[in-house]
């Protein structure tokens, strides 16, 4: 029985030497097509400005749009990656500033939406927690309520509200998007789900939001209906003790 549990033993430690290559594998190919995939992105954006012709830019477009796909795809690889095996690296936040700087990433897509976001951050005291990772949360849940918003809506809005006290962070983000049928609320955080009809995004997005937060110790819960936006609700441990 010793042998054999032995054995078992040895098994699954191979399988996680394997896994972790394999991870590491997929990590730096994920890194190294970033920098030809830039190069293209600027050469697309130089052909833009120098072209005239209606044809040419109908087709810059389609190819902006591919590589942003493909783009939005390796940096999810990146972010699964760290988020699985690389350790916890806890530093104290500044919640506001890390929503802010999230924000930032999306100027030019918030400001050709005419979106209006508002944000109200209560942080009581300080909150320790993995930088990079409640960077990776923030950024995707804020680019999925961008990504979704009605595209006839007038008032296209965002909401964000926090507090954090000595034991934990809870924020809601509320959008009044195209929202969520309650039929896919179970679904929605599978690696590799996609709401039918919807052909932007991987399907990983909410699947590593959904293993980041479970790796901050925390829970998340979404609250929509289809065509009345919605809410994400997330609690995070405070690791200040």
């Known amino acids: 029985m010793g042998v054999h549990n032995s054995k078992i033993e040895d098994t699954i430690e191979e399988l996680n030497i394997l896994n972790k290559n394999l991870n590491d594998f997929v990590y730096r190919v ?67 500033k890390s929503f802010k700087d999230a924000i930032d990433l999306f100027y030019s897509k918030i400001k050709i939406a005419r979106i209006n976001i ?42 964000i509200k926090g507090i954090c006290d000595d034991q934990k962070f809870r924020f809601v983000i509320t959008d009044n998007g195209i929202g969520i049928s309650p039929v896919y609320h179970d679904k929605i955080f599978e690696m590799f789900f996609r709401l039918p009809g919807l052909v932007e995004g991987s399907g990983i997005g909410l699947y590593i939001v959904k293993q980041t937060v479970e790796t901050l110790q925390g829970y998340i819960e979404v609250k929509s209906e289809e065509e009345n936006g919605t809410s994400v609700i997330v609690e995070l441990k405070n690791f200040k003790q």
């Open 30 to 96: 994920s890194h190294d097509l970033r920098s030809p995939l830039n190069s293209i992105k600027a050469l697309v954006s130089f052909i833009e400005q120098e072209s005239t012709e209606k044809s040419t830019l109908e087709y810059l477009k389609m190819i902006k749009n591919s590589i942003y796909r493909l783009d939005e795809s390796i940096k999810n690889n990146l972010k699964y990656s760290r988020n699985i095996f690389s350790e916890l690296e806890l530093c104290e936040i500044s919640l506001e």
């Open 118 to 159: 508002q944000i109200d951050i209560d942080q009581q005291g300080v909150f320790f927690s993995d930088k990079l990772r409640l960077n990776s949360l923030l950024e995707n849940l804020i680019d999925n309520a961008i990504k979704y918003q009605k595209k006839d809506e007038i008032n296209k809005t965002i909401i």
